[in-house]
């Protein structure tokens, strides 16, 4: 599902905070990037909005660990901003 200008900002936002927040929890690094991917449904999942199907990871650039988020989970709330802010602090 392609997103609107506004949310995708509010995921470029999202995206530019989580790098900034990143602190890696195997070599401490806080150096991250992160990548928009989506995957294909089956099941389940195809019930859901499309959304759900789409991730957002974040990998550190020291040592390649990876964190994957639901992007569906993330913006399906009217608090997902506090949802980042409770996971990057
Ligand atoms: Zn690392």
């Not at 509010?10 to 929890?25: A, G, L």
């Not at 991250?32 to 650039?61: D, M, P, W």
């Not at 964190?67 to 997902?80: Q, T």
């Amino acid at each position: 599902m392609a997103l609107d200008n506004r949310e995708q900002k509010i995921v470029d936002e999202y995206k530019r905070k989580m790098e900034e927040k990143f602190i890696c929890p195997k070599c401490k690094g806080k150096k991250s990037k992160t990548h928009e991917i989506a995957t294909t449904g089956s099941g389940l999942s195809r019930l859901y909005n499309v959304q759900y199907n789409e991730f957002i990871i974040i990998f550190c650039l020291g040592c390649g660990y990876t964190e994957i988020y639901n992007k569906g989970v993330l913006f399906g709330r009217d608090a997902a901003r506090d949802v980042v802010d409770a996971i990057f602090g």
